[in-house]
């Protein structure tokens, strides 16, 4: 099962505009984790916020946490085509030892 | 090695066959995870080891699915007697422990398998 769900599932946009990709849990955590996946092969760590952080910067990513909602967002500025991607939230859940759970994507496409 | 390494990277194999997965984690990190992905979804969890033993695998789908970590290294994914619904992306990943407020999972590039 998948705990996290991201919203929009997929998302297409010109390169220079902003990305705004949501992500929706269901209970309590210890973190959560922004991944990025080209191709559909390795996952890339981006971002790591904790749950008692609100929000978080790393260049052009802004990432914000509300676990009073259960929910995230990833902010991505100025987008370039190399941004285009599948990108997913991880949440780690100290109950389930810990180990990260994916939800299911969203697919950004940017075009130049 | 400077990363998380997965052979083969391709792995054609027949219905019924059985097939290892190799996953080589970082040198140091004691976490290793086993992840399966399908196409369009998220990874799954599968399994994953603390040192040499399974701290978690309550994500194995059957007991066709089997995972070792003998050295506390190199793990090893067996799958025995292939169905066509095994057919994924299976991802490794470690980390350097499993409290899970480091700095998250490296990832291997995978292994697809076809079950054909």
């Known amino acids: 099962s998948q705990q996290g769900e991201e919203d929009p599932q997929a998302l297409s946009i010109q390169e220079g505009e902003n990305a705004t990709m949501n992500c929706s849990y269901k209970?309590?955590?210890?973190?959560l984790q922004w991944y990025r996946q080209n191709s559909g092969r390795g996952l890339v760590h981006l971002i790591l916020?904790?749950?008692?952080?609100r929000e978080k910067h790393s260049g052009r990513l802004r990432v914000t946490l509300d676990t009073s909602k259960k929910s995230s967002s990833l902010l991505i500025t100025a987008s370039r085509a190399a941004d285009t991607a599948s990108y997913f939230c991880?949440?780690?859940?100290?109950?389930?030892?810990?180990?990260?759970?994916f939800g299911g994507g969203t697919r950004v496409l940017v075009k130049p | 090695g400077a990363g998380v390494s997965q052979t083969p990277s391709n792995k054609v194999t027949e219905k019924g066959k059985y097939v290892e997965l190799r996953c080589d984690p970082i040198?140091?990190?004691?976490?290793l995870y086993w992840y399966r992905q399908s196409l369009g979804q998220g990874p799954e969890f599968l399994i994953y080891f603390q040192g040499t033993g399974a701290a978690d695998d309550s994500g194995l789908p059957n007991d066709r699915f089997f995972a070792v970590r003998p050295e506390g290294s190199v793990s090893t994914l067996k799958i025995q007697r292939t169905e066509r619904g095994d057919s994924a992306v299976y991802l490794c990943?470690?980390?350097?422990?499993?409290?899970?407020?480091?700095?998250?999972?490296?990832f291997g590039s995978g292994t697809r398998l076809t079950v054909v």
């Open positions: 990943a470690s980390s350097l422990d499993s409290s899970g407020q480091g700095n998250g999972y490296t």
């Open positions: 991880a949440t780690a859940n100290k109950a389930a030892g810990n180990k990260l759970t």
């Open positions: 916020i904790r749950s008692n952080e």
């Open positions: 040198s140091g990190h004691t976490a």
């Open positions: 209970t309590s955590i210890n973190n």
